[in-house]
RNA sequence: GGCGCCUUCGUCUAGUGGCCUAGGACGUGGCCCUCUCACGGCUAAAACACGGGUUCGAUUCCCGUAGGCGCUACCA
């Protein structure tokens, strides 16, 4: 097995909103599909009418469609092996059951739920396998008549697939190696349940990667105890030689204390562990999401791809092209990974340097207008190349950006008794007839003029600068005063100036 | 409980027997830059879980212990 296309799927489930986990294993299938000129396949696996929910699927779509990770077929898309709905798979999975069943792999079990649950509180670990399923109300146990009879009269069942004990099952996982587990230690698993019709994830995932002719499955580390099932399942189907290699990715861990990380650790702590905002239809309650928190997609992706994977080198921003090129398996880590917030927000803070000012400029209009400012774009583009260095979200940008727009109306106090003096109003009116007399007030002439006055007078740069400041900006912050009076204009900063000797005093 | 996976700075990680006085990044502290605040640059503190082996030599290989995580459903 090995010149087949490379072909791999994200399958996750209708269950809620997709989880930030569940971004990067897809994140992950995604690159290594990419990498190898493979497809990537999305498959819906809502094998359990019970915990559907309604707007999971489209609200996994629409996520994908915000990171821009597209699939080549699937749910949504098409392709020639679909349906890519397991519920809409029925009849296929019916057949491939029949077909273990007929080959005495599998049987039929009457056992009823509760039978099952107080089985499991009498015998301390119960476990229906080999040595106990004779003991049990199954095909196995009972007479063939008696079973017929029972399923010619409706009687609800589930099939069970037949593990013979006392076998090394191998497998070989291109993350962790070779792994073995004794076929004994697992149970008969239902390939089939009574409640809804529907197989389990086990039968319909083996079923459907083969049948898809998936040839890597890159999954979640939680599925590594019943690989040896699945690869049971496909020896029992007879597929064993197109298996799809499997890698099992380490889980994603809470930021702090012990544990998978889960949607409460986002609210506790406050950052998003999804990537759209989600409202639970059921509870109403709502869910932040990276998006809505301002995050950029890229970011999102750049720092989820380095949680379980490096490139060997000390590169950290990388483009997704980047990481289709340079992402391996073999390079992924094994231990799970705590989730920093931090770092996430570091990378967005990169990414939003590497933003084109008049796209952030754009994106800022809505806030901007909101306050009923108006501005030329390339203006508002210029202020923002200057002030992006210091936000990490673009939501932010307008507050760092406001005073170049509106004047101020306050002083911050703190400011004022650090950098306002005693001649600090006399200075500042002299500096407003220095900045009367300049005809070109570009930055370099303003800077050359005011500086030539501050020198003649004697006075102190920093405290006319910093007192300057104050009266422009109305606080302590900002870039290069003249960068700012340019912006703003002789005649907008002379009247802030005046204003403020006004109301400072 | 059983089974499996895992274990390098607070966090993400590099490291595949000598290159390690263990490297980078986030975060934290300091310094520089400077008209302020950021950015940036420099710098500091900060880790090989523990115990046995193997070896001339172990972060690296083996065993054990501890700890963490996962699975153990007619959920995925």
């Excluded at 239902?190 to 079923?207: E, M, Q, R």
Aim: negative net charge.
């Amino acid at each position: 097995m090995s010149e087949r296309k490379v072909r791999v799927r994200f399958a996750p489930s209708p269950t809620g909103p997709l989880h930030i986990g569940g971004v990067r294993t897809a994140l992950y299938n995604y690159l290594f599909a990419r990498q190898h000129g493979g497809d990537f396949i999305f498959r819906i696996e809502d094998t359990d009418s019970n915990r559907f929910v309604l707007g999971a699927e489209e609200y996994i779509i629409e996520s994908f469609k915000w990171l821009g990770l597209e699939f080549d077929e699937g749910v949504g898309i098409g392709g020639d092996c679909g349906p890519y709905r397991q519920s809409e798979r029925r009849d296929i999975y019916k057949h491939y059951v029949q077909e273990l069943i007929d080959a005495g792999k599998a049987y039929y079990a009457f056992d009823t739920p509760s039978e099952l649950e107080a089985k499991r509180a009498e015998v301390k670990n119960f476990q229906y396998d080999a040595s106990t399923r004779m003991a049990m109300r199954n095909s196995l146990s009972m007479p063939a008549d008696e079973v017929r009879g029972l399923i010619d009269g409706g009687a609800a069942y589930v099939v069970r697939f037949k593990i013979e004990p006392g076998e090394d099952v191998h497998v070989n996982d291109i993350i962790r190696g070779d792994v073995v587990i004794n076929s004994s230690i697992l149970d008969d698993k239902v390939l089939y349940k009574s409640a809804d019709g529907l197989p389990t994830y086990h039968l319909a995932n083996i079923v459907d990667d083969h049948l898809m002719r998936v040839s890597h499955v890159i999954r979640g580390e939680e599925w590594l105890p019943s690989a040896p099932l699945h690869v049971l399942l496909y020896r029992a189907f007879g597929w064993e030689d197109t298996m799809p290699q499997f890698a099992h990715l380490p889980l994603l861990l809470k930021p702090e204390g012990n544990g998978k990380l889960s949607k409460r650790d986002g609210d506790r702590l406050g950052f998003p562990v999804f990537p759209l905002e989600w409202h639970d239809p059921k509870t109403g309650e709502m869910s932040s999401g990276y998006r809505e928190a301002g995050y950029l997609p890229e970011a999102v992706i750049n720092f989820l791809a380095l949680l379980g994977w490096n490139p060997g080198t000390e590169q950290e921003i990388m483009s997704l092209d980047e990481l289709i090129r340079l992402f391996d398996l073999h390079r992924c880590s094994k231990a799970g990974a705590k989730f920093d917030f931090e770092k996430c927000k570091w990378f967005n803070h990169q990414y939003i340097q590497r933003c084109d000012d008049t796209d952030l400029a754009r994106q800022m209009q809505p806030q901007m207008e909101a306050e009923g400012v108006t501005a030329p774009l390339d203006k508002v583009a210029k202020v923002v190349g200057m002030m992006k260095g210091r936000v990490s979200f673009v939501k932010e940008l307008w507050d760092t950006c406001r005073f170049f727009f509106v004047a101020p109306t306050e002083y911050d106090e703190k400011t004022r008794k650090k950098r306002w003096k005693e001649e600090s109003p006399r200075q500042m009116l002299e500096l407003a007839d220095v900045l009367e007399g300049i005809d070109d007030f570009s930055l370099h002439n303003q800077e050359r003029i005011v500086m030539q006055w501050i020198e003649e007078k004697g006075y102190n740069t920093g405290l006319i600068m910093n007192a300057f400041r104050l009266a422009i900006v109305g606080e302590g912050k900002g870039p290069q005063m003249f960068d700012i009076t340019e912006v703003l204009g002789k005649e907008e900063t002379l009247r802030r100036l005046r204003r403020a000797v006004e109301v400072l005093k």
